[in-house]
Nanobody
Framework: QVQLVESGGGSVQAGGSLRLSCDTYPMYCLAWFRQAPGKEREGVALLYNYGASRSYADSVKGRFTISQDNAKKTLHLQMNSLKPEDTAIYYC???????????????????WGQGTQVTIPS
């Protein structure tokens, strides 16, 4: 059974950085989603084609970077220039297939981590 375990959340001032990690398995699609209070879960970064390609939501493009270690067993999300609107619970997810455009869809992913809280005070 595939189990995903996130780490690295926390609270940092606006403009700061955080790096999230997720213990995972080599799969065709790996993604980071986030869910803010009162909002739907949204995909923010996608790594697909076994790490050969990546895409980002417009809201995080240029600030967030999704990556994978060489053994393809740890997924990372480097988050820079953080803003209060980035506050959310962040989830990693894995799947054997996924929608690339307009962005990763929750329904494509069958494996999820437990989530890690990221808080950027305003």
């Amino acid at each position: 059974q595939v189990q995903l375990v996130e780490s690295g959340g926390g609270s940092v001032q606006a403009g700061g950085s955080l790096r999230l990690s997720c213990d995972t398995y080599p799969m065709y699609c790996l993604a980071w989603f986030r869910q803010a209070p009162g909002k739907e879960r949204e995909g923010v970064a996608l790594l697909y084609n076994y790490g050969a390609s990546r895409s980002y939501a417009d809201s995080v493009k240029g600030r967030f970077t999704i990556s994978q270690d060489n053994a393809k067993k740890t997924l990372h999300l480097q988050m820079n220039s953080l803003k209060p609107e980035d506050t959310a619970i962040y989830y990693c997810a894995a799947s054997g297939f996924c929608t690339v455009k307009p962005g990763p869809q929750q329904s494509d992913f069958g494996y999820w981590g437990q989530g890690t809280q990221v808080t950027i005070p305003s």
